[in-house]
């Protein structure tokens, strides 16, 4: 079951590779969230119930309901265009996305340690490099937080790799969610989308050498 | 329950910072921050006296934390002493100025805690917490570039703690199955061996990655550079100095780990390899800078890939790159405490609109001189020896054409250095005004002309204590 789950949340990559619209980025970030605490469940049922709740009422109600709908909201209120607009075109994206997983795969073979399941491994980084790629090769302010949100989504299927062992680490990892929230608060309260006209990393070129 | 000071100070810094917070008189804030300064003044000391004793079981004063936390505390007091100049200057709003100071407590705290956190994953919470607060700094001005420079530093630092996360999970997952679910640096160290390596590599990538973005080192450290220039002054002189040291305690204790396995040989390759980019990176933007606040930037990305070789050479290249990074903090703060009283004669920061310095303020044109000579490490400034000893821990393990490359890119760095400070001391500017020059008080560059003597004092003549705690920061790495 959760080697459905990843499969899932892998195929939502290639998706987001060549998703043309802000909301279907959106919805796509609900969507792993929900995936996430499928897997969350399904991992860590051993550990203590209390660290058990507070992991899966993270995943569900922050993950997949609070950021997405401030997202829209932030959307709406700065008048952000609702294309993507990358830099390259997406066949391109899904390509390199696909470059990115086999890689990814050809990459956990050389591990010879049997107590980390693979396919965490293979998930993990291919979402964190995919996460990356988005950053880079996307004009928005807005897409290049939805990008750290994607990362952020790997590193925390990283945790739950170890998270029977450790739980503190997939705790920690929710520290990485008020990181974002700073990002958001940042756009919701500089109204970034007013103040640089087009939201757009083009007008954050005034600090160079 | 027993009570610990550390608990105390970290309780009493969080309830200061939230009443400065909260507080919008002027006077009574200033008198919050003096009472924070005098919990961090007694903190430091009760350190001290409690050499080596662990607190709240993920806190413990060992050599290097207490030498950081001793640096910390001696800048902290000028840049609070010039932050109160800075902003009576300005005439800022309250509410403003609350936010600054309260922000500088808790970066200030958050500091501390890191470099004292025995455990990985403590550090790595509070090196999170030092980029929220900094990032409060960075954007006090308010205006469009500060908010360019503020999510810049935000994001890439957000990045970066992510990799260092990654790194941890990865160190982890080395961890042997024997039971051991501790990452504390200790046992870290004393599990040396039995760690997985394929995994250990992965983690020291990961982490060292992460940490350069705080220390100022190739590939993460471009945002540094937009924050250190957009702060005002003194908290560009926190970020250069205080802040850079904690990227360097979170490197320094994980090759600690690193140094004690098989891996050793290839970290050193991957911290090679960032450190001379580092000082190549600084010597291209250096010779073409026109903006002195970029340029001591720079300066400090140089300082961070020597110190990095120090590491990288052995031998006495580790007591000389802890010896670096505590006089290059007192160096480099004092130039960005006088940088404010410059741009407070030229309002601007350009090097075309300076000039003919001595003749607007005297006594801080000496400093500025002095910091320049101390800065490119000649005698008898303190960097003069430890640059000494990592030259000479390079020749001795023999990286002799790394030293040559070195030496060939720091006598570019002097002569960019140098012709942009004689070009701001001494060539009168064009169509400068002289009618209404702010006079700058001699005293206010007395903290500068302080902190360098602690230079020429602790390098030339350092006191036991000072070399038997430097000499317990590195007990650890192998000789």
Redesign the interface.
């Given at each position: 079951m959760t080697n459905v789950l990843l499969l899932i949340f892998t195929i939502s990559l290639l998706y987001l590779g060549i998703a043309h619209r802000l909301l279907t980025y959106i919805k796509i970030l609900a969507v792993q969230g929900i995936l996430l605490f499928g897997i969350a469940f399904i991992e860590l049922i051993q550990i203590n119930a209390v660290n058990l709740t507070l992991i899966l009422l993270e995943t569900i109600v922050i993950k997949t309901i609070a950021i997405p709908l401030f997202l829209q909201y932030i959307m709406k209120r700065n008048r952000i265009t609702r294309d993507t607009e990358p830099f390259l075109p997406n066949f391109i994206s899904l390509i390199i996305i696909t470059l990115i997983i086999i890689a990814t795969f050809i990459l956990s073979n050389?591990?010879?340690?049997s107590?980390?399941s693979r396919i965490f491994f293979v998930v993990a980084l291919s979402t964190?490099f995919t996460g990356?790629y988005i950053?880079a090769t996307r004009h928005k302010?807005i897409t290049?937080v939805m990008g750290?949100l994607v990362?952020?989504n790997g590193?925390f299927i990283?945790?739950l790799?170890?998270g029977n062992?450790?739980p503190?680490?997939v705790n920690?990892?929710i520290?990485?969610d008020?990181?974002?929230s700073?990002?958001l608060l940042?756009i919701f309260v500089?109204r970034?989308g007013d103040?640089?006209k087009d939201v757009d990393v083009d007008?954050?070129k005034?600090?160079k050498? | 329950m027993e009570v610990s000071m550390t608990g105390i100070y970290l309780a009493g810094a969080l309830g200061l910072a939230a009443l400065v917070f909260l507080n919008k008189n002027r006077i009574i804030n200033y008198l919050l921050v003096i009472a924070f300064l005098f919990l961090q003044v007694g903190f430091t000391v009760y350190a001290y006296m409690h050499f080596n004793q662990t607190e709240l079981h993920y806190f413990t004063f060992d050599g290097l934390g207490i030498l950081l936390l001793v640096t910390l505390t001696i800048i902290s007091i000028p840049a609070v002493y010039h932050s109160y100049i800075y902003l009576g200057s300005k005439q800022d709003n309250p509410g403003h100025t609350a936010i600054y100071f309260g922000a500088v407590i808790i970066l200030l705290m958050a500091l501390s805690a890191a470099y004292l956190s025995n455990h990985i994953?403590v550090t790595?919470?509070f090196v999170?917490l030092t980029?929220?607060s900094a990032?409060a700094l960075i954007y006090h001005r308010r205006n469009?570039?500060s908010?360019?420079?503020?999510?810049?530093y935000?994001?890439v630092c957000?990045?970066s703690?992510?990799l260092v996360?990654?790194g941890?999970?990865f160190l982890?997952?080395s961890l042997p199955?024997a039971g051991t679910?501790d990452l504390s640096f200790k046992n870290l160290i004393s599990k040396g061996n039995t760690l997985?390596i394929?995994?250990l590599r992965l983690a020291f990538i990961f982490i060292f990655t992460g940490f350069t973005a705080k220390m100022g080192l190739v590939p993460m450290y471009t945002a540094g550079?937009?924050a250190k220039?957009?702060a005002p002054s003194p908290a560009g002189a926190l970020l250069s100095s205080v802040l850079m040291n904690v990227g360097f305690v979170g490197i320094f204790r994980f090759y600690t780990v690193a140094a004690n396995t098989n891996i050793h040989t290839w970290a050193n390759h991957v911290m090679m390899i960032s450190a001379i980019l580092s000082i190549f990176v600084a010597t291209v933007?250096m010779s073409?800078?026109k903006n002195i606040k970029?340029m001591f930037a720079y300066s400090s990305i140089e300082h961070a890939g020597i110190i990095i070789l120090g590491l990288v050479a052995g031998g006495i290249g580790y007591y000389a790159a802890i010896l670096h990074i505590i006089l290059h903090s007192f160096v480099k703060s004092s130039l960005f405490f006088q940088q404010g009283q410059i741009y407070r004669v030229y309002k601007s920061k350009s090097i075309y609109d300076v000039g003919n310095y001595f003749k607007y303020n005297h006594t801080g044109a000496i400093v500025m001189l002095l910091a320049f000579f101390f800065s490119s490490a000649m005698p008898p400034s303190g960097l003069f020896i430890s640059e000494f000893m990592i030259f000479r821990a390079l020749f001795e393990a023999n990286y002799l054409w790394l030293l040559v490359v070195v030496m060939i890119l720091l006598t570019i760095i002097i002569w960019a250095f140098g012709k942009n400070v004689f070009k701001l001391l001494f060539t009168p500017p064009v169509e400068f005004k002289e009618e209404n020059i702010e006079k700058i008080n001699p005293m206010e560059s007395l903290s500068q002309y302080i902190l360098l003597g602690l230079v020429v004092y602790l390098g030339l003549n350092p006191p036991q204590e000072f070399v038997s705690l430097i000499q317990d920061a590195i007990q650890n790495l192998p000789h």
């Open positions: 050389t591990i010879t340690d107590r980390i964190l990356l950053i302010i290049h750290y990362i952020e590193v990283l945790s790799a170890v062992e450790m503190v680490l920690l990892g520290l990485l008020i990181f974002a700073v990002f940042g500089n970034i103040e640089l007008q954050l005034s600090l050498d | 994953a790595w919470i999170e980029t929220l990032s469009n570039r908010l360019e420079g503020t999510w810049k935000v994001f957000a990045i703690i992510t996360f990654i941890i999970l982890s997952f199955q679910e997985n394929f995994w550079i937009d220039d957009k933007y073409r800078m970029r």
